[in-house]
């Protein structure tokens, strides 16, 4: 996803909200299409970002940008240009709510038939929505449309090698596969999840439950909007998605930090991420209009997952805390434990470094 990374400690949460609106507007009525920029602490390639978004070809589109309450020069950025172009809607948090809760805002706050959410420091090709919306009208039964994805550094430059070494940037699936194969292969953990800055039919995404407040939540929507429809790729380069030091999953490096980025309130909790993962995903096969048959197959995919998982469900999570307890107790025992983990760690590498998390810089706490 797309926000900037935000230490634990500065993350708060507030029942009221102190909301700057910009007071433009789109004009002409309601767009046809939404773009929502999640933000925190998003200085260093807002502009760009931004810039980017501006210079669609396709121009019937609002721009909403959700501001988590950055500490940075992006408030400054942001009502620059919400006072140079009349698509733009700026808001403010008064504090930091967690990047899932940001997400989730701005697609709240669209008006548009499409929506896009769109990171704080990646960049989309001047044809990436007029591209994705001509898609999307020429085909109803399409839930979400995306152009193929490069990868760039923090220069612009595109990068040699992928982050991720030998994980897709996007799930491998024909437009023509069965509801229950397009679900099997999105909830694999060996993609990067870029498909969430798809173009999106909106009353699709008001069926689910959006992004969660649990790491992987992004792999779990589009597994969800899988059960819905198919997707359609286009061929031209027309996402790039930043690599940086400061993004996401470089600095939320633990899967029970990165429940933190997504909620904060998870830093009080005993959190078993990919138990969460698993169960969230068991609970969307009932909610989809798929018939009881497809539905089995979609059940049965998932116990797959499982059992090709069973090494993060029962090493990661349920053996977490009675490892804490007994580091506390025998140092020893902890380091040789240790010892053990990393050597696992080192053979896993890579595995499960690619999902929303990704976009908040750490991509920008969105």
């Known amino acids: ?77 942001c009502r620059a240009y919400a006072s140079r172009d009349s698509r733009i809607r700026y808001y403010r948090a008064d504090v930091n709510r967690g990047a899932a809760w940001n997400h989730n805002r701005v697609f709240e706050l669209g008006r548009g038939e499409y929506f896009k959410w769109a990171p704080a420091d990646d960049l989309c090709g001047p044809e990436f929505l007029a591209r994705c919306v001509a898609e999307l009208d020429q085909d109803p039964a399409a839930v979400m449309a995306s152009p193929n994805v490069v990868e760039i550094d923090q220069y612009g430059k595109r ?43 909106s009353q699709i995404l008001r069926r689910t439950n959006l992004i969660g407040n649990y790491s992987d939540s992004d792999r779990v929507l589009l597994a969800h909007l899988a059960l819905y429809g198919h997707s ?16 996401f999953t470089r600095t939320y490096i633990g899967w029970r930090d990165r429940m933190v980025w997504f909620d904060a309130s998870n830093a009080n909790r005993k959190t078993f991420p990919f138990w969460r993962e698993f169960i969230e995903l ?3 096969i009932p909610r989809s209009p798929l018939r009881w048959q497809q539905r089995l197959c979609c059940y049965w995919a998932l116990v797959g997952w499982a059992r090709d998982n069973m090494n993060l469900l029962f090493y990661n999570d349920l053996s977490y805390y009675p490892k804490k307890w007994v580091g506390r107790r025998f140092p020893k025992v902890k380091a040789a434990w240790n010892s053990l983990q990393a050597r696992w760690a080192a053979k896993n590498t890579g595995l499960r470094n690619g999902s929303t998390e990704r976009s908040e810089s750490a991509k920008p706490s969105s």
């Open 1 to 77: 996803m797309s926000e900037s990374a935000n230490p634990a400690g500065h993350i708060a949460e507030s029942s009221n909200s102190n909301e700057n609106n910009s007071p433009h507007g789109v004009e002409g009525g309601v767009p046809r299409v939404s773009v929502g920029v999640p933000v925190y602490n998003g200085e260093s390639f807002l502009q760009e970002a931004l810039d980017s978004l501006l210079s669609q070809t396709f121009r019937d589109f609002e721009l909403i940008i959700s501001d988590n309450a950055s500490t940075d020069r992006t408030e400054e950025i």
């Open 282 to 284: 068991w609970r969307v």
């Open 159 to 201: 990068l040699e090698a992928a982050t991720v070494p030998g994980a897709p940037l996007t799930p491998l699936e024909s437009p023509s596969a069965a509801a229950h194969v397009r679900f099997r292969q999105r909830i694999r953990l060996d993609h990067l999840c870029l498909t969430i800055y798809s173009l999106f039919r």
């Open 232 to 247: 359609i790729t286009i061929p031209e380069v027309l996402f790039f998605n930043r690599d940086h030091p400061d993004r």
